[in-house]
């Protein structure tokens, strides 16, 4: 019980915590706030609140989401941008980085984020409390070595595969805002693989797909687009 709610602490009051943690201050007032909350009542999404983070030691254009999407009060959701990618990114490579979080919200990525943490955490306690069950199953002998090394394993297992199942799960999250910002809410497919090259760390892997990956992903939509804008262009000298 103590683990599931410090579980769910982490998720619902990550917020409020941020803000104490993270020298920050809100969005000012102006067109950038007035656009962002028009993207999001496009997408039908609740607008977050919005924030710029203040990271002295992370010099980097980038954005993010905490909190669960159906939260309000002191836990409602924080959109955080840093001062570079407002400063870095042209107006629609923002557009396409603010959409590409608002499909986060939108989709309730965390609040499933949430819910497989939880799973897992419940099956690696699952497996700890097998040994008390192997203990009444087998002879005195036997059960003493044999249940915590069985307890052990499981646990490793467990944990082992519950990292690799949130990093699956991230990855899909991640491909899933890409193509979503894209095809429901309108955002450049250009743009968005420009913003990607911009804010990409140099840093493969972990709960991100490879920048290869989502660009190869993006790839269709960005032919369809540079299609369209020579298309037009050519229109346009006839």
Not at 132 to 152: G, Y
Request: some cysteine; overall charge positive; glycine content about 6%.
């Amino acid at each position: 019980l103590g683990y599931t709610l410090a579980l769910a602490s982490n998720f619902i009051c990550s917020p409020w915590l941020l803000k104490k943690l993270i020298p920050s201050q809100p969005l000012p007032a102006g067109a950038m706030r007035d656009q962002i909350t028009l993207w999001a009542q496009a997408a039908g999404v609740r607008t977050p609140e919005l924030r710029v983070a203040e990271l002295t030691a992370v010099k980097q254009a980038n954005a993010w989401v905490t909190g669960l999407a159906w939260l309000g009060g002191p836990f409602k959701p924080v959109l955080w941008v840093t001062p570079q990618l407002l400063y870095d990114l042209s107006g629609d490579e923002i557009e396409a980085v603010i959409k590409h979080e608002l499909v986060h919200l939108k989709r309730n990525h965390l609040t499933y984020r949430f819910a497989l943490s939880w799973a897992m955490s419940l099956l690696v306690l699952a497996s700890l409390s097998g040994a008390l069950f192997l203990r009444a199953l087998l002879p005195q002998a036997l059960a003493d070595p044999v249940a915590p090394a069985f307890s052990l394993l499981m646990a490793v297992s467990l944990i082992w595969g519950a990292f690799r199942s949130l990093e699956e799960q991230s990855r899909s999250h991640e491909l899933e805002a890409d193509r979503l910002c894209v095809t429901q809410l309108g955002a450049s497919a250009l743009a968005l693989i420009r913003a990607l090259k911009k804010t990409h760390n140099g840093q493969e892997g972990g709960s991100h797909p490879t920048l290869t990956i989502r660009l190869l992903e993006l790839e269709p939509w960005a032919q369809k687009e540079a299609a369209s804008q020579a298309a037009a262009q050519e229109t346009k000298k006839a």
